[in-house]
C-alpha cells in the first residue's frame, strides 16, 4: 500500500477491495485523525494501525465503507488522543499543533480551512476527547449519528447530548467575525512589509488590540514560553526580540492550515512557520512553531479532505 499522505491515490482500479477503499478514502482518513490529534505524525500512525484493523474486516459485512474506516479510525484516534493528553502535560511552553503546508483547494473548501486551522485545532484541544470525537463526525465529516455512535460507543442519546454540548462550547470560543481569504492575504501583505521596515505603527495598525502571540518551540527552539496579548506587546516582540531571533531568516508565503502563513527559512534549511488568523482584516493570532520535531510535513504539501 501507497504511504498515507494523499500523494498517489491514483490507479486504484488494480487493487483488492479492501486496499482500494483505504487508498480512496486516504485523505479523508488522514484529515479525520489530524483534526483529532494535532499532530501529522500521530494521525500516519493511527493510519497504519487502522489498515490492520480494516484488512481484517468482511466487506461483505460493511454497509457504508466511508462512514466504516472512519470509525475505525475515530476509536484508534481516541486511544491515541488518552495518552497524549498525558504526554503534553509536561510539555515546555504552548503547545501548538503540528502544522502542515496545505494544497490549494483546502483554501477553497471553506468549512475544511476553518475545522483545520490552527485556531479551530486550539479550540478542540478544549473538548474532551469525546466531544471532540462527537463534533468533528457530525460539524465536518456529516456522519450519520448512528455511526458516530458506533465509533465513540456511546448511545445515540448520549451522542446527541455531546453534539449540542460540543456545538455550544464551540461556539463561544470560535471566531464570529467575517473571515476571508482575501483579507488573510492582505493582512499577511501588510504584516510582512511592516516586519521587513521595522514599521512598528504600521504593525500596530494590523494587530487586533488582542492580538495573541503564542510560540512552540517545545523546548529544543527559543520561543516565547507564556502567550504574548495585546497588539503593543506583540508588535513591540515582533519589532525586537524577533529580529533577534531570526536574524538572516526569509519568509516565503504558503498556505498553513488552510490559511495564509509564512514558512521561515535560514540557510537553506527549515527554521519554523507562522500561521495567522485573521478577523474584520485584522490579526488576531500569531502562531509560531520553530519545534524541529514538528516541521517535518512542511517541506512538501499535503492533500487533505471532508469527503
Do not use: C
Request: glycine residues 10%; without cysteine; charged residues 25%.
Amino acid at each position: 500500500m501507497s504511504g498515507t499522505d494523499g500523494t498517489d491515490s491514483g490507479g486504484a482500479g488494480h487493487l483488492d477491495p479492501a486496499t482500494e477503499a483505504f487508498v480512496v478514502h486516504r485523505n479523508l482518513l488522514f484529515t479525520v485523525a489530524y483534526e483529532m490529534l494535532g499532530s501529522a505524525a500521530d494521525a500516519e500512525d493511527v493510519l497504519q494501525e487502522s489498515w490492520l484493523r480494516w484488512a481484517g474486516v468482511d466487506l461483505a459485512s460493511v454497509r457504508d465503507r466511508r462512514a466504516y474506516l472512519v470509525r475505525i479510525v475515530t476509536r484508534q484516534a481516541l486511544d491515541r488522543l488518552r495518552t497524549l493528553g498525558r504526554r503534553r502535560e509536561s510539555y515546555v511552553g504552548p503547545w501548538l499543533p503540528e502544522p502542515l503546508l496545505t494544497t490549494p483547494d483546502v483554501a477553497e473548501d471553506v468549512e475544511l480551512a476553518d475545522s483545520v486551522s490552527m485556531a479551530m485545532l486550539l479550540v478542540m484541544e478544549t473538548l474532551t476527547p469525546t466531544e471532540r470525537a462527537v463534533f468533528l463526525l457530525r460539524e465536518v465529516f456529516e456522519l450519520e449519528y448512528d455511526d458516530i455512535a458506533e465509533a465513540v460507543g456511546k448511545s445515540l442519546a448520549a451522542v446527541r447530548q455531546t453534539a449540542h454540548r460540543a456545538r455550544a462550547h464551540v461556539a463561544a470560543r470560535r471566531s464570529r467575525g467575517l473571515v476571508s481569504q482575501a483579507d488573510g492575504r492582505a493582512a499577511l501583505r501588510a504584516f510582512q512589509r511592516a516586519i521587513d521596515s521595522g514599521d512598528l505603527q504600521g504593525l500596530v495598525d494590523i494587530l487586533a488590540p488582542d492580538v495573541v502571540y503564542l510560540g512552540d518551540g517545545g523546548g529544543a527552539r527559543r520561543a516565547t514560553l507564556h502567550p504574548v496579548v495585546g497588539s503593543d506587546k506583540v508588535a513591540r516582540l515582533l519589532t525586537t526580540g524577533l529580529v533577534a531571533f531570526h536574524t538572516g531568516v526569509t519568509a516565503e508565503p504558503v498556505q498553513v492550515n488552510g490559511w495564509p502563513g509564512f514558512l521561515l527559512r535560514r540557510e537553506g534549511g527549515i527554521d519554523g512557520v507562522v500561521a495567522i488568523r485573521t478577523e474584520d482584516g485584522l490579526i488576531t493570532g500569531l502562531y509560531s512553531v520553530r519545534n524541529p520535531a514538528k516541521l517535518s510535513r512542511v517541506e512538501r504539501e499535503t492533500a487533505l479532505s471532508r469527503l
